[in-house]
């Protein structure tokens, strides 16, 4: 039975330090959970190269949970695709994310919609195995407090970070080693394409915001956000008085770079230099189990683009602060619909014709406040992916995006 899922939300926090004992030998064994992106092959070739130097020797990818989204063509329309590819290098494909697990030291969650990411963590976790999750980490910031908190109870290492971060330009701006000295503020751009399943900035915006807190460090406290069909202006303040501004591109020549503003001049901050520079940091990081971003950089990531779409929604600045508090007091209302193989439905055990399943779903909202619906989405064997899809598209005209997939 293969699986797919997302969301909830909570608290914070993390760990220290965790050795990852090599096991099987002298190779330290990955899996990789979500065959759904272009960095899956990327990253296969560097750590699968018998003749890679350090620190990236010693690690073989040998297992893989492809996964797939069902209600998202990015997602859906490229597992198969990338499982085979590595099916014919020998690695290994499962059904689930559970056989997968006793037969590797630590886990890639690559999936490319980080709606399923905290679903599909929670066994890697448990498990004990330590967890590199690409990304965005989570498509809500309740996901992202919800892996950091399991994680520190059970004192497994996990860190989350887009290429971008570790560019060595980035990684030399951000310590005053630039030109332009100490980092009083910078200008900083990525392509932004969008995606209706996630908040906007998350689905690719998230590699600029990076960029920019790779430069500015944590301590923003207000975000305001403009946008229009072929541009995202997003400009955040630090608690210092530093501002720090996202350009995210939809049309004309886009690319990745910053402008940095020092207290010794302006200067270009870097660009990208592909995928190695991350996966160093990943083979690192699976040798030390020291996370080489501190937990509170990525939630102040996630909570800096949760903040600018709701001053997209709102007009105004939106508190940081504010944003992160209401995510971890946020609810879940947990709904179960099951697709019967004969194309009915049940919702909660009750049949439903799907025509009714946004109106009933809204409903569950209905006067609450601070909540959410995470709908646990299942169906039996035999059912046409077509009509899983079908209740996706119901599904997604109620006011909620947040699907737990088991089919």
Known sequence: MKKWFVFAGMILLFFNGFI??????????????????????AFVKILNDPNVAEPCNGFKVVAAYPGGMPDNAG????????????EKQGISLHNTIESMLPNVDGVLLESVDGRPHLEQAKPIINAGKPLF????????????LTIFRLAQEKKVPVFSASSLRFASGFQ??????????????????????????????????IHGVEILFTLMGTGCESVMRIQTDGTELVTGIWKDGRIGTFRGLRTGKTGYGAVVFGNKGIADAGSYEGYKPLVEEIA?????GQPPVDPQETIEIIAFMEAAEQSKTKGVPVSVAQVIR??????????????????????????INIEELAKTLDNFLAGKTNHQVK??????????????????NHLGKATLANYVYDY
């Open 133 to 144: 999750i690409d990304k965005p980490m989570a498509a809500s910031l309740g996901d992202v």
């Open 20 to 41: 990852g004992d090599v096991l099987g030998g002298d190779i330290f064994r990955l899996g990789i959970i979500g065959t759904t992106t272009s960095h899956v092959p």
């Open 284 to 288: 690192r990081f699976f040798k030390t």
């Open 326 to 351: 209401e995510a971890e007091n946020r609810k879940d209302i947990i709904v179960q619909i099951n697709i019967l193989s004969n194309k009915n439905l049940t919702l909660n055990k009750q049949p």
């Open 375 to 392: 709908v646990i989405l299942s169906s039996e064997k035999g059912t046409p992916i077509e009509f899983v899809q079908e209740v996706c």
């Open 172 to 205: 030399k701006a951000r310590k005053g080693e630039s030109l332009a000295g100490n980092v009083i503020g910078c200008d900083v751009w990525s392509p932004c394409s969008l995606n209706d399943k996630h908040p906007d900035l998350f689905w690719y915006g």
């Open 75 to 86: 997602s859906w329309n490229r597992f198969k695709q990338y499982a085979d590819e590595l």
